[in-house]
């Protein structure tokens, strides 16, 4: 079960059940010092038309809500791979308050004291957790991320940690709901080649020709569960990005013209 978190500092965030023990957070748009129409007012990605020291305020006041040192998040630019990195301690700060050295799309954590944090604005935040061998992830799903399996990745690299699939913890956090998600061809055809018949329940003919109502939350959680996560242990969001524009930047609502959410795990 996901439950809303609205800290002394104002900043209003999501956490799941599902995860608890391990610091995480899935932030929304609100409780920060972003001003401009289309950011306002947790906006936590550079580009989006606030200032840097603005950014880095909003990133400062998330940290203190959840309860973590923005100096020890890595949070990288992104690139809708299925690229994921193991957070070292060199990694520190990295896409945050120091350059990026790198680009991809998730991490595994398993040293305490590491943060990371992945970006979203419609597409799918994963947040994953072994209580057992206290290893962690994060996934930041879009349509191309998740068929090509980027979830089941980070599994893997767990288990390569030593994990157990059947230890993991797994939060969907808040994105865009199928029937608000439209997409051609090209995205219901990965998603053949990613799930088989499976993706019938996924992709379900739109009202034009040629479009689909792609449910992403739903296809990260068949791949987990064909990763071997139990379903017990896979919490999704039920809150949609695209219909709560009050709480949440979606750029598929807002045309691109809008802030972005982190959501963040670390032990």
Not at 136 to 149: K, M
Not at 189 to 210: H, M, N, S, W
């Amino acid at each position: 079960m996901f439950r809303q978190i609205r800290a002394k500092n104002g900043v209003v965030y999501y956490v799941s059940d599902v995860l608890l023990g391990v610091k995480h957070g899935f932030a929304t748009r609100i409780g920060g010092v972003s001003v401009l129409p289309h950011t306002a007012s947790l906006n936590l990605a550079f580009g989006r038309g606030d200032g840097e020291e603005t950014v880095l305020q909003n990133v400062e006041l998330l940290a203190d809500a959840v309860g973590f040192d923005a100096d020890r998040l890595v949070s990288v630019p992104q690139i809708h791979s299925d690229r994921i990195f193991t957070v070292t301690e060199d990694m520190c700060g990295e896409g945050v308050v120091k350059k990026a050295l790198r680009e991809g799309d998730g991490y595994v954590i398993s040293q305490k004291g590491l943060f990371a944090a992945i970006k979203t604005a419609d597409c799918v935040p994963v947040l994953l957790y072994d209580p057992e061998k206290e290893v962690c992830a994060a996934v930041h799903a879009g349509w191309r991320g998740t068929f090509s399996r980027i979830a089941e990745k980070a599994v893997e690299k767990m288990t390569d940690l030593g994990c157990e699939p059947s230890s993991i913890r797994a939060a969907i956090g808040p994105a865009i709901n199928g029937g608000c998600y439209e997409v051609g061809e090209d995205v219901a055809e990965a998603a053949r080649a990613a799930l088989g018949k499976k993706a019938d329940l996924l992709c379900t003919v739109g009202k034009a020709e040629g479009k689909y109502l792609c449910d992403l939350k739903t296809a990260n959680r068949i791949i987990l569960a064909e990763a071997g996560l139990a379903e017990e242990h896979i919490d999704v969001c039920e809150l949609c990005t695209h219909c709560e524009a009050e709480l949440f930047y979606s750029h598929r609502a807002s045309r691109g013209l809008r802030g972005t959410m982190m959501s963040v795990i670390g032990m």
